[in-house]
């Protein structure tokens, strides 16, 4: 039985779920969150209450998190492209970074975009501000750490590039990149053509009306 995923093409961390699992050209069963009803969305609270998602379902084990899907397919689905490296200082330097697209460009992205969906007397001027500093923050030190760089961690693509890719592409979105970090704004070139990545928001492009801040015509 392949794994199921439990996912929504629009959402940012299922992306970086689903460009890992593109990568290796993994089997899946997709259950399509469509909306508060639909049966993927019932089985989705029942496996896990926090009803975030990705989840993935693999031989009878609930798997929550990003990551931990990404980590989970590397030790039980394993391909030619390997996204957790076998050196484990590598390896290391790999979750750092994926810590800090999800922690410092995620977080705040989303912030951003959750707050212009709260009902007007709850908006959040001060939180939005703190965001976008942070943002602004995380570019600046990403610029210098790329400097030379292909990939997030050095010559391979890994996990931190699965979770970069729709980090930075929403937060280009919400936050534009600009031109004063012209590393950024490379590998986020680069990773718009990667064909994992390219494929999700192919995939993801019809739903591109629901963006709260407004849609965007541009990848
Ligand atoms: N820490 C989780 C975050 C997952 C997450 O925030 N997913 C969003 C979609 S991108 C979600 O479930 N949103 C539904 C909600 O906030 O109710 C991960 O890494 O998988």
Not at 23 to 42: C, I, Q, V
Not at 74 to 79: N, R
Not at 108 to 120: A, G, H, S
Not at 167 to 192: K, Q
Request: with cysteine; charged share 20%.
């Amino acid at each position: 039985m392949p794994p199921k995923l439990y996912a929504h093409p629009f959402s940012s961390y299922c992306q970086k779920a689903l460009i890992a699992l593109y990568e290796n050209d993994t089997p899946f069963e997709w259950r399509l969150l469509e909306g508060p009803d639909s049966p993927a969305t019932r089985e989705l609270a029942a496996l896990w209450p926090m009803q975030r998602f990705p989840v993935l379902v693999d031989a009878g084990r609930t798997v929550v998190e990003a990551s931990i899907i990404i980590e989970h397919l590397a030790l039980h689905h394993p391909g030619p492209v390997r996204l957790i490296p076998g050196d484990p200082q590598a390896a290391l330097e790999v979750r750092m970074l994926d810590r800090f697209f999800d922690n410092y460009v995620s977080t705040p992205q989303q912030k951003i975009v959750f707050d212009r969906i709260r009902p007007e007397t709850d908006h959040d001027p001060y939180g939005v501000a703190q965001a976008r500093t942070m943002l602004d923050t995380a570019y600046a030190w990403l610029d210098q750490t790329l400097a030379g760089r292909e990939w997030a961690a050095g010559d391979a693509f890994s996990l931190a590039d699965c979770a970069a890719a729709p980090a930075l592409f929403y937060a280009d979105w919400s936050h534009p990149i600009g031109d004063a970090f012209p590393n950024v704004t490379a590998y986020l070139r680069r990773l718009l053509a990667r064909p994992s990545f390219a494929r999700a928001v192919d995939e993801a492009r019809p739903y591109r009306p629901l963006f709260p801040l407004g849609a965007l015509d541009r990848d």
